[in-house]
């Protein structure tokens, strides 16, 4: 609820601070008083696009505040947890247009942008007049307006949709996916079937090197260690040794104990030259290989290398690439079984969304027929029982929200051709229109503050009473402010205000004052009667108010 709009240097405001109260709240006076400037400044601190040029002639800058009640249900605390704002059990919007055309806003004393007041304003405040086109004469919202009067609940119908989505997705995907397996098809067959066939190991690059070589170093000093083997064997120092050996022993006897050392040294020579010998010859053992082999070694070698440039791999990852590989031919042969069961799933997420569109859309025709028969039984208490209002279904494109296009028209005589609410009627018969199509669809959102700009205008004596009465109901759930012309809607208030210009020191303002009872006779009374109030007048304000 709106409690108070308090407004400095905006247009003819200098000074102006108004305190609202719930249920319904008229505003009054002459034309050209000011009245509109005041929905101005309430759209000034909402957020709303409107005049360019707000701030009062010789002012540096205007500023509004707006302060509003915030239950702990309230659909604004969602917007303003969303931006970041702390919310308490009162909502304070302030904003401030300086001469140069800067503007700043402020939410609860923290700077905010135009965008978060506007996303607060669909939460806050609702307008309606003549020329509405945020409210109930755009077409846009006419199927979410006929699903609230129904009580409509879309959730199943969404979750049918995103089942419906997915599904159609994950089809669009597998179908991509083999379509583009398939243009690789030969590719993959030839690849898999070249890796399984050379069958590559991890590790076998440098396996393969490191034994290529070590045969190509062995080739190059076998020879040496063949000769070098050779001159140790027994044609070699290991023969001349056991010769000296033999001749040492068969002297030792008649040489006494001189060639002992001798005899003794050249045997642990011997010994030692034995193990020489033998780390040789196991040398050259391990040093023998086919020349084939190395021949083997090598062709493998380059042909692992080679495939693993072909696929812009390392040698070491060409297991790995194969399995990848595979497993894309396998999915290409499993693509056929997978589409067919995609298509299944579409198939039946298609049948539920379809069963789900139907239900609403039955939902729909039958709160169509309702709100139609509600506002015949508005419209012919506001002097329109000969037009036929007609809430239409049509074929729409599918979404979350079905396949219904509604739309509400209007014939404002039998026979005459049904059109769009803002083309068909008139300025007054749209008024008309509005109130009682805003009066049908609620449905006590007390969240809301109504406002009605001049929605009375056209219509007076028992269509005006009518008008105000239908106001007064709409009062009763929700706060409702009305600027209006007319004393039958204006006796209805529960809280007045009267808009007034006044001239100080050749400088033209304007001022809103709440009037008491009496105040409030005379206004009525003027309204009645005009600039001249007689007692006649008040008496007939008087019983207007206490009807």
Request: proline residues 3%; charged residues 30%.
């Amino acid at each position: 609820m709106l409690r108070e709009l308090h407004i400095r240097d905006i247009l003819l405001i200098e000074r102006l601070e108004l305190d609202f109260g719930a249920g319904l709240n008229v505003l009054t006076g002459e034309t050209g008083a000011g009245k509109s400037i005041l929905l101005d400044c309430l759209g000034f601190v909402l957020g709303w696009r409107g005049r360019a040029e707000l701030v009062r002639s010789g002012a540096a800058q205007g500023e509004v505040t707006a302060v509003f009640s915030l239950p702990p249900d309230h659909p604004a605390r969602a917007v303003l947890a969303e931006a970041g704002i702390d919310a308490g059990d009162e909502l304070i919007l302030r904003r401030v247009n300086n001469a140069d055309g800067r503007k700043t806003a402020w939410i609860n004393d923290r700077r905010s942008s135009g965008e978060v007041l506007r996303a607060l304003s669909e939460t806050l405040v609702e307008l309606h007049g003549q020329h509405d086109d945020r409210g109930l004469l755009n077409p846009r919202g006419h199927r979410q307006l006929l699903d609230a009067f129904a009580g409509t609940d879309l959730g199943p119908l969404r979750a049918a949709w995103n089942g419906r989505r997915d599904a159609a997705a994950a089809l669009r995907d597998a179908e991509m996916r083999l379509e583009q397996a398939r243009a690789e098809e030969g590719f993959l067959r030839h690849a898999v079937k070249e890796l399984d066939d050379f069958d590559p190991e991890p590790g076998e690059d440098e396996r393969l090197d490191s034994a290529r070589r070590a045969m190509q170093a062995a080739e190059r000093i076998r020879e040496d260690v063949a000769r070098a083997a050779q001159a140790l064997g027994p044609d070699g120092a290991e023969g001349a040794m056991l010769d000296a050996n033999r001749w040492l022993e068969g002297a030792a006897d008649k040489a006494g104990e001189r060639l002992d050392v001798a005899i003794s040294a050249l045997s642990r020579a011997l010994i030692e030259l034995g193990e020489a010998s033998s780390g040789v010859e196991d040398a050259l053992r391990e040093m023998s290989f086919d020349s084939h082999e190395l021949e083997a070694t090598e062709e493998r070698l380059f042909a692992l290398r080679a495939l693993a440039r072909k696929h812009d791999t390392a040698p070491d990852d060409l297991p790995v690439l194969a399995d990848q590989l595979r497993a894309r031919l396998e999915a290409l042969d499993a693509g056929a079984e997978d589409i067919t069961r995609l298509r299944e799933a579409l198939a039946e997420a298609e049948r539920i969304y379809d069963a789900e569109t139907e239900k609403i859309h039955e939902i729909r025709k039958a709160a169509a027929g309702l709100l139609d028969a509600a506002m015949a039984t508005e419209l012919a208490p506001l002097k329109m029982e000969r037009a036929v209002f007609e809430t239409r279904l049509e074929p729409a494109e599918p979404g979350p929200d079905g396949r219904d296009a509604v739309a509400f028209t209007v014939a404002t005589n039998p026979g005459a051709p049904a059109g769009p609410l803002d083309k068909i009627a008139s300025g007054g018969e749209l008024s008309r229109f509005l109130l009682a199509l805003k009066v049908s669809l609620a449905r006590g959102n007390d969240a809301l503050t109504l406002i009605f700009d001049e929605i009375d205008r056209g219509v007076g004596g028992a269509t005006a009473d009518a008008v105000g009465r239908r106001l007064a109901r709409l009062a009763e759930s929700a706060q409702v402010l009305v600027v209006t012309h007319s004393p039958q809607v204006a006796a209805l208030g529960s809280v007045h205000f009267k808009v007034a210009k006044q001239v100080d020191n050749g400088m033209t303002t304007s001022r809103v004052d709440a009037l008491d009872q009496k105040d409030r006779i005379d206004e009525i009374a003027r309204m009645l009667s005009g600039e001249y109030v007689t007692d006649a007048a008040r008496d007939a304000a008087r019983s207007l108010v206490d009807r």
